[in-house]
């Protein structure tokens, strides 16, 4: 049965699992807000593969990814990560290209996977056709508890039945009435239950499997953590992550078997399935049977590759600049304002095929402190009832207004202050990251002005040199860009010593070195470019680093990563991870980069369209240069890579962050945020008693 295989499924090959038993199996959902992911998946494998779009697909990605940072580490990354990465994209694309396909969703799922396994957040190809269109679900999300004698157990999150009465209440009593009748057809019955195997296997089997297809960060204890729920602070207020096993962005899967410790029958457990069913995702475009869906939904749009901006009349430039790209509705970041996207703020944010979840936190585990003045979108305030720590619990590093999200972190952390407010707990959970500035300004107000903190508070950067990206910046150098609207051009950026780069010859040094046994080049060595900040920042910090947390579980990526590792490596402050598994060594970030981007933003640096009256590189037409996508694809890639902060001369991407603690979770505070807060205050601080018996795990 195709549920027996739940995770396993997902790296079979796609070929052998294709069927077409109705002319058009997409007519048969359409309309539908539910459906089963079988007849989800006859919808999507009803259309053919044709060698055209299969040639250009992967004509683009490769031709694309010699600007992404890390294609040659990543085919064996260096320890700590040895074991985690070890992925050739280029073999593997040789690979898919000699692969017959039934489907051209077969050829995606391939394609997915393959990056995927680069556990890199950044680097990715995704289709609005084929990824999240619906979301699976199962209303069962799992938590991993510790009990108070220290043992670790997945259960079934207690707050399971009311995450499911609200956000699957029109789908409910589908479950409902499959559950077998020793639960009394009630799902409240099932939350906080001890999962004793999945699929008849130790539930760790499942997580493990999960942990080696789901991406995104290169630490394998991170990719534990994304199988079970967990919270973030969303713009709109606190949300509810399901987690890996209970949202899924393809319908794969079909049902799970669960086994359950349940003392109240014989034998003291019982044995059920339950189904998964996909939902019609809100950002999906609806259609009436399979053209419609392509149509609306698979073919390539004004917004799916790039632009001559020297072809848009300037009186229009500023509207376009404004649009969103297909990219925004896969980056682990909320809805920004269309004039931040004209400014076009440089970002580092992770990529995943699952939108951010818009499912709400319970309301009885939110936070029902009252927030501190200051508090903004993915930015909230508390002080806890030990009147002594202060809270900043930020879910993103991008809000939907840049300046106001700047002056809103600095005005909550004075607000903090004046509250009485002597450490401060900084919660990233769940931080895909964002604005790269707004990161750098976050450490500064926090630890105040040192060499450490000005003028550069990240890290310094670098980015590939290939022959492509050395045409550009050659062809700007001599005149090509004169409204400086490009990233190649150097007028936005500085030298290793932070003195901006000369604008006339070429800024694009190529530096040669080999990875892996191949040959490689990247630029010279680039500077800070946030300073001066748009801010008045305090003349002093505003907490010390001996008395600054951070916590998370494990999921800060991006600009996530670089404000935790500057912090963590240049100031000492500590950092703790929730929920993680015993002995697994945890890491508080993953996925580092410098600057991420995508096809779409890369193509626009070449464009050129004949008849244009001003000027551009026009290196279109180039045998390097992808051709434009014919399909609604997006290739997200690292364009920048920060160097390391304990060894300088190497990325920072594949340098070690161990957390220095790994605190347990327990059924009393799991998924509360004020609960974990307090806990971590009383035992990290630890200037009263710890409130739990159990010892929390230090590194060593």
Known sequence: MLGRAIWILAVLAPTTLCSRPHPDPCALIAGERWALPSDVRRCLRSFPLLPEIKNNVIEVVNKTLPFHTSVNYQIQAPAPYDNDVHEDLHA???????????????????????????????????????????????????????????????YIAPEAHEVAQKEFKDAVSFWVKLLPTVFEKKLRALSGLKVLLINGQEPFFAVEANANITGGYQSH???????????????????????????????LVDDVELTVEYPDVEGG????????????ASASKNFTD?????????????????????????????????EPKPLALFQQQPAIAPSDYRERHHVNVLL????????????????????????????????????????????SFSAKNYTHFGQALLEGLQGLKKAGAERLIVDVSNNGGGYICIAHWLHRIIIGPKPSTHPQAGLDSTLRAG????????????????????????????????????????????????????????????????????????????????????????????????????????EGVRTVVIGGKQGVEQHYCGTVGGQSTDFSTIDTEIKRLN????????????????????????????????????????PEEWQSHTADINFPLTKEIVNKPVAIWEA????????KKPIFKFVVQESL
């Open 92 to 154: 593997d694309l040789e690979r898919i290209s000699a692969t017959e396909y039934t489907s051209e969703f077969d050829f995606h799922i391939d394609m997915y996977r393959s990056f995927k396994r680069v556990n890199d957040g950044h680097c990715g190809v995704y289709s609005r056709c084929y990824d999240s269109l619906y979301i699976t679900y199962l209303p069962l999300p799992l938590v991993l508890l510790t009990d108070e004698s220290g043992a670790q157990g997945v």
């Open 221 to 251: 204890a991170t990719r534990q953590n994304s199988f079970f729920s967990s919270y973030r602070r969303g713009a709109e207020g606190w949300e509810y992550n399901l987690g890996n096993f209970a949202s899924l962005a393809h319908p």
């Open 269 to 280: 457990n019982v044995t059920f399935t339950l189904p998964y069913r996909s939902r019609f």
């Open 290 to 322: 399979g053209p419609s869906l392509r149509e609306r939904n698979c073919l390539a749009t004004n917004k799916t590759n790039g632009v001559d901006l020297y072809n848009i009349p300037l009186h229009q430039l500023s509207e376009f600049l404004e």
């Open 352 to 395: 995943d095929g699952s939108p951010l979840s818009d499912v709400s936190l319970p309301e009885r585990l939110s936070p029902s402190l009252e927030s501190i003045n200051g508090s903004y979108s993915v930015a909230e305030f508390f002080m806890l009832n030990d009147s002594a720590t202060g809270v900043l619990a930020l879910g």
């Open 467 to 570: 022959p492509l990206a050395q045409l550009i910046a050659q062809r700007i150098a001599k005149g090509s860009d004169p409204d400086e609207l490009l990233y190649y051009n150097p007028s936005q950026w500085t030298n290793a010593t932070h003195q901006p780069l000369p604008t006339h010859g070429n800024w694009l040094q190529q530096l040669g070195i080999v990875v892996n046994g191949k040959d490689d080049s990247f630029s010279q060595r680039l500077g800070q470019e946030c300073v001066p900040f748009k801010w008045k920042a305090p003349k002093h910090g505003l907490f010390r680093p001996d008395q600054t947390v951070i916590v998370s579980n494990g999921r800060c990526g991006s600009s996530c990563s670089l404000f935790s590792i500057t912090m963590a490596k240049k």
């Open 611 to 650: 008849g244009s009256p001003r000027q551009s590189t026009k290196l279109k037409n180039h045998t390097l240069a992808p051709p434009d996508l014919l399909t609604n694809h997006i290739q997200g890639i690292t364009w920048r890579l920060g160097y390391g902060i304990d060894n300088p001369n190497e």
């Open 680 to 687: 971590v205050a009383a035992s990290v601080f630890k200037d």
